[in-house]
């Protein structure tokens, strides 16, 4: 350990031991960005960009674990993503499946997938099915890992689905139009029945959204770090809860 990494780990106790654990956000949407950037900085491919930003979740939920947050949102693969070249996207589909594999196999998590499903290849659909179906019983972190995923997809698949429900009801759109408010959108997203995000974290310095969860981070705060996912470390974690523990969220009032 050299003199930086030691003086990191000392900040990094004294910021934790002065957080407040009932201050915590309970559900906590990182949009894991700057792969490539840490990549091509380090003179690596891509390819070990997105590898080294995959080996990093497992000490985000480590670190989640110790601080009691309870739901995480990985953004790691969006939909316009699937336009990439062939030679760039099936390598990446490949990293992603066995960082879902890693999840379920680490025995503490609910892995969750959020997202299109139909717009993945069988092949990335059969690995998220099977995480979910290994993972359901298990009682740590709630994990969505956000994969084809596009908030503007999730809030049209929203409305597609409350129409077709209330379409097999025999309810009138006359009738729908009457009745449908938020609630009845928010039970048909990818994420229904969870808790909105309190906490949304974005690497590598970009300041917006780029469409993550929408219509679930209305009342969100958001945290833009400078670092890219791959270097992304606890001290800066810790940083964020402890800019979120220092806002007063008003939720409009």
Not at 172 to 199: C, K, M, N, W
Not at 235 to 241: G, K, M, S
Request: with cysteine; glycine share 8%.
């Amino acid at each position: 350990m050299n003199l930086r990494d030691l003086v990191y780990g000392l900040y990094a106790r004294r910021v934790e031991g002065r957080l407040d654990h009932a201050q915590v956000p309970k559900h906590i949407g990182v949009i894991l960005d700057g792969n490539r950037r840490w990549a091509k900085a380090s003179g690596g491919t891509p390819e070990q960009g997105h590898k080294a930003g995959a080996d990093k979740i497992q000490e985000l939920l480590g670190w989640c674990a110790e601080t009691d947050v309870e739901v995480v949102t990985l953004w790691m693969l969006s939909t316009d993503n699937l336009n990439r070249p062939e030679e760039q996207l099936v390598p990446l589909l490949g990293i992603i499946e066995n960082a879902v594999r890693s999840l379920a196999a680490d025995g503490r998590w609910r892995v969750n997938h959020v997202g299109t499903m139909d717009l993945l290849p069988s092949r990335t659909q059969s690995v998220l099915k099977e995480a979910e179906q290994a993972t359901h019983a298990n009682t740590g972190i709630l994990v969505n890992v956000a994969v084809g995923y596009g908030g503007r997809q999730e809030i049209a698949d929203a409305v597609r689905s409350l129409l077709l429900e209330h379409a097999d009801r025999g309810t009138s759109f006359e009738e729908l139009a009457e009745i449908v408010d938020v609630e009845h959108i928010s039970e048909h997203l990818y994420t229904r029945g969870q808790p909105d995000p309190d906490l949304v974290i974005r690497t590598s310095g970009e300041q917006r959204l780029s469409g993550f969860m929408l219509w679930q981070s209305a009342h969100s705060e958001y945290y833009f770090c400078e670092v890219h996912w791959p270097a992304f470390r606890k001290v800066d974690f810790l940083r964020a809860l402890r800019d979120y523990a220092a806002r007063h969220r008003r939720y409009g009032t």
